[in-house]
T-cell receptor, first 113, second 114 residues
Framework: KAGVTQTPRYLIKTRGQQVTLSCSPI?????VSWYQQTPGQGLQFLFE???????NKGNFPGRFSGRQFSNSRSEMNVSTLELGDSALYLC????????????FGPGTRLTVL | AQSVTQLGSHVSVSEGALVLLRCNYS??????LFWYVQYPNQGLQLLLK??????LVKGINGFEAEFKKSETSFHLTKPSAHMSDAAEYFC????????????FGGGTRVLVKP
């Protein structure tokens, strides 16, 4: 099976712009979660989508949003970018049961100038 | 709410020596526990996980971890370090009641000396 894929791998944006990141889960996985990784805050949960519905949400401002399509692919959008949004954004997919392993993609490295 | 503490942000070991990475969790109910490894410029790769079966869990690359409920710990060990073990390691917990999101520890960066 192909793993989780994320596009693009690298992005450079300027403050005030918006950005969309994409994630394709492992075939058959309906749950997709997004995490932000920064040197200062570590790995933090953004949100989870399951069958096109947001099932769980972390403590991030409303500038961070996401969606999931019927084929389970997911996108994450960040509007009005701030310098502090520079991070590695990781997507993870898993099956539908509690305790199922989350499999991570390689991440998208976002740099905000 | 669950939380995870990894003792030591950096660990240095000699090649062939024991690797011991400490993880303590806080949870009011039995959690699911995971260890992930991250190599530079890559995502997270699962090493092993505990889901209430055997308390001693064996993972990939010779790693294992023991769940100790009384100590709320899930320490990761490998008997003999290899140069390829140099990476950052993350302990994580998830709870069904919390929507199965992963809560991560701060990570431990392992340096392997020849």
């Amino acid at each position: 099976k192909a793993g989780v894929t994320q596009t693009p791998r690298y992005l450079i944006k300027t403050r005030g712009q918006q950005v969309t990141l994409s994630c394709s889960p492992i075939s058959g996985h309906r749950s997709v979660s997004w995490y932000q990784q920064t040197p200062g805050q570590g790995l933090q949960f953004l949100f989870e989508y399951f069958s096109e519905t947001q099932r769980n949400k972390g403590n991030f401002p409303g500038r961070f949003s996401g969606r999931q399509f019927s084929n389970s692919r997911s996108e994450m959008n960040v509007s009005t970018l701030e310098l502090g949004d520079s991070a590695l954004y990781l997507c993870a997919s898993k099956g539908g049961r509690a305790g199922d392993t989350q499999y991570f993609g390689p991440g998208t490295r976002l740099t905000v100038l | 709410a669950q939380s995870v503490t990894q003792l030591g942000s950096h660990v240095s070991v000699s090649e062939g020596a024991l690797v011991l990475l400490r993880c303590n969790y806080s949870s009011s109910v039995p959690p699911y526990l995971f260890w992930y490894v991250q190599y530079p410029n890559q995502g997270l790769q699962l090493l092993l996980k505990y889901t209430s079966a055997a308390t001693l869990v064996k993972g990939i690359n010779g790693f294992e971890a023991e769940f100790k409920k009384s100590e709320t710990s899930f320490h990761l060990t490998k008997p003999s370090a290899h140069m390829s073990d140099a990476a950052e390691y993350f302990c994580a917990v998830s709870l069904k009641a919390a929507g199965n999101k992963l809560t991560f520890g701060g990570g431990t960066r392992v340096l392997v000396k020849p």
